[in-house]
C-alpha cells in the first residue's frame, strides 16, 4: 500500500468542526497533520484558473453544500427530497480517508453495478446517490452541476495511483461476531454516543438559516431511503467505525468497537421502529451480486431476510465460500 498524505483540499490541523459541512471554505478535516506522511495530499491552489477550473471548483461547492444549490429550496435548481449534503457521508467532500471516499470513482466508471445489473456511467452512479439517500429526482446528464460533480471528481482522481490502491480509499473492515447484531443494544449505545448531536428521534438538526443540517437526520422523512447503502447494517457500521461519533473518532483510531458499531447501525436501520420516505426497495436483477446484507429476498441461498440484514454473517460468507461465490458487503 502507497505512502501518502491527505491534507490540504481544506486545512492541516487534526481538529474538528462541526458545522462545516455548510459553508463552503469551512474546514472538515483530513484528519492528518503535515507531519503524518500516510496520506494523500492535494493541493487545491493547483485547480487551474480556467473554465475547467471554475467546474472543479463549483463541484467542490456543490459535494459541500448540495441542499444550498440542489436541495429541496435550491438556489440553482430543486433536486434533492431532503437538505443533506454529499459530504455528510462522502465527508471532506469525498476525500477524507475510510468515509467512502470518492478519490478513485473517476478512474472506477464506467462499472459493472449489481443493484442494476448493468455498467453505469458515474454520472448515473451520482444521480443513484441523488434519488436514494436524496429522494431525489436525477441531474439532467449535461447540466452544468452534473458536469461540476464529473470535473470535480476528475481533479480529485488525479492524485490518487491509478491501481486505485490507497490508505483510505476503502471503509474499515468490520470483524463479524458469532452473534446478530441486536437493535436493543444498540438502542442504548445510540442513546449514549449518538443522540446528543443527531438527536432521541434521529431527526438532527438544522444549521442557523436551515440551509443544512449541523447534525443530519438518521431516519424520519428526512432521512436516507431505504434503498440506500447507509441501509445496510455492515455497510453503515464499517462506515461508523472510523466516522462516528464525530468529535472522538479519527480515521485510524476508531472509538466503537465492530460489534458496538454493528448494534449501533442495526438499531438506526431498524425498519420496525424507525420510518423513512419511499419504502420501495430497489431489487438486484442478478442475485449473486446481491450485497448479503441487502436484506430483500430472493437471495442465492436459503438464509432468512432477518439473518441477512442483522447477521450472525459468518455462516452466510461460509456457505457463499463453500460454493465457490464471493459474498458481496
Ligand atoms: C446518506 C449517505 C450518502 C449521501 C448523503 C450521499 N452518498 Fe454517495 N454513496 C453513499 C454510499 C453508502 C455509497 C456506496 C459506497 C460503497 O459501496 O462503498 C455511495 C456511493 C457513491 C458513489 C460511487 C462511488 C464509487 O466509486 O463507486 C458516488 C459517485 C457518490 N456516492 C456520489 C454522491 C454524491 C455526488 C452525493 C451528493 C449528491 C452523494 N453521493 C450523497 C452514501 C451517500
Ligand atoms: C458530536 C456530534 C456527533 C455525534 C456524537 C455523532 N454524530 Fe453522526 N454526524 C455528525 C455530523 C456533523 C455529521 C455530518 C458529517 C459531515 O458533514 O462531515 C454526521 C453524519 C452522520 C451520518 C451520515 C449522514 C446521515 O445523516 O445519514 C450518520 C449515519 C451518522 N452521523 C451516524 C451517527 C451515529 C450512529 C452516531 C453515534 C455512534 C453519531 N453519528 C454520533 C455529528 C455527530
Request: proline share 7%; glycine share 8%.
Amino acid at each position: 500500500m502507497k505512502k501518502i498524505i491527505l491534507i490540504g483540499l481544506f486545512s492541516a490541523l487534526p481538529i474538528v468542526v462541526f458545522n462545516s459541512c455548510h459553508t463552503s471554505n469551512s474546514q472538515t478535516l483530513a484528519a492528518k497533520t503535515a507531519d503524518d506522511d500516510s496520506y494523500i495530499t492535494i493541493d487545491t491552489s493547483k485547480i487551474s484558473n480556467d473554465e475547467f477550473g471554475e467546474s472543479v471548483r463549483y463541484g467542490k461547492e456543490l459535494m459541500l453544500k448540495t441542499a444550498y444549490y440542489i436541495g429541496p429550496n435550491g438556489i440553482k435548481g430543486k433536486y434533492l427530497g431532503n437538505k443533506m449534503n454529499c459530504t455528510n457521508c462522502h465527508q471532506d467532500a469525498g476525500t477524507k480517508p475510510y468515509a467512502f471516499n470518492l478519490m478513485s470513482s473517476h478512474d472506477n466508471y464506467p462499472q459493472y453495478r449489481g443493484r442494476e445489473n448493468k455498467v453505469l456511467t458515474l454520472a448515473e452512479r451520482v444521480n443513484n446517490c441523488i434519488m436514494r439517500p436524496h429522494s431525489g429526482k436525477p441531474l439532467p446528464l449535461d447540466g452544468k452541476e452534473m458536469v461540476a460533480f464529473l470535473s470535480y471528481f476528475k481533479w480529485i482522481s488525479k492524485f490518487v495511483p491509478k491501481d486505485g490502491d490507497f490508505k483510505g480509499a476503502k471503509n474499515l473492515e468490520i470483524e463479524f461476531p458469532d452473534v446478530a447484531a441486536s437493535p436493543e443494544r444498540g438502542k442504548a449505545l445510540f442513546v449514549e454516543n449518538c443522540a446528543r448531536c443527531h438527536g432521541n428521534n434521529g431527526e438532527g438538526q438544522y444549521n442557523a438559516d436551515k440551509s443544512g443540517y449541523t447534525y443530519p437526520p438518521l431516519w424520519g422523512e428526512y432521512g436516507y431511503q431505504p434503498g440506500s447503502s447507509m441501509h445496510r447494517v455492515i455497510k453503515q457500521a464499517q462506515w461508523l467505525k472510523s466516522n462516528m461519533p464525530y468529535d472522538k473518532v479519527t480515521p485510524e483510531k476508531p472509538y466503537l468497537t465492530d460489534i458496538e458499531a454493528l448494534d449501533i447501525a442495526a438499531y438506526v436501520n431498524d425498519d420496525a421502529i424507525h420510518s423513512r420516505p419511499n419504502p420501495k426497495t430497489f431489487d438486484y436483477p442478478n442475485k449473486m451480486g446481491k450485497p448479503i446484507d441487502y436484506a430483500h429476498s430472493p437471495f442465492n441461498d436459503n438464509f432468512s431476510e432477518e439473518q441477512h440484514k442483522y447477521g450472525p454473517y459468518k455462516p452466510i460468507v461460509a456457505y457463499w465460500k463453500k460454493n465457490g461465490w464471493k459474498a458481496v458487503y
